[in-house]
């Protein structure tokens, strides 16, 4: 694969980690972003509640063209990928737990 995401899927290499079982959290960060700290904490605890899903944080400004392909503006950014890498939500600032557990419903 050449690292371009196709049609809103992305995949271990482009992630940098292996994907969920079931569906994977993506997170975008940067190392100053208060909100990101909690939104890890958020997502982590979602992640181990959730059988099969899995919890990815990636560095905004160590990743800057899979943030420019996937028109990053902001972070914290969340996306939501189903068992397939496929992107089945996204959300922009500190997500609440039921919204992610919600979210997640539509990717399994």
Do not use: K, W, Y
Request: aromatic letters at 2%; proline letters at 3%; one cysteine or more.
């Amino acid at each position: 694969m050449d690292g371009r995401i196709r049609g809103n899927v992305l995949d271990a290499v482009q992630l940098g980690a292996e994907l969920g079982e079931r569906a994977t959290l993506v997170q975008f960060s940067s190392a100053f972003c208060q909100p990101c700290r909690a939104t890890r904490r958020v997502l982590a605890e979602v992640a181990r509640m959730v059988e099969g899903v899995a919890h990815v944080e990636i560095d905004a400004e160590a990743h800057l063209t899979l943030v420019r392909e996937l028109e990053i503006s902001r972070t914290p950014t969340v996306l939501v990928l189903d068992a397939d890498g496929r992107i089945v939500r996204r959300a922009v600032g500190q997500p609440r737990t039921a919204d992610v557990v919600a979210a997640l419903g539509r990717a399994m």
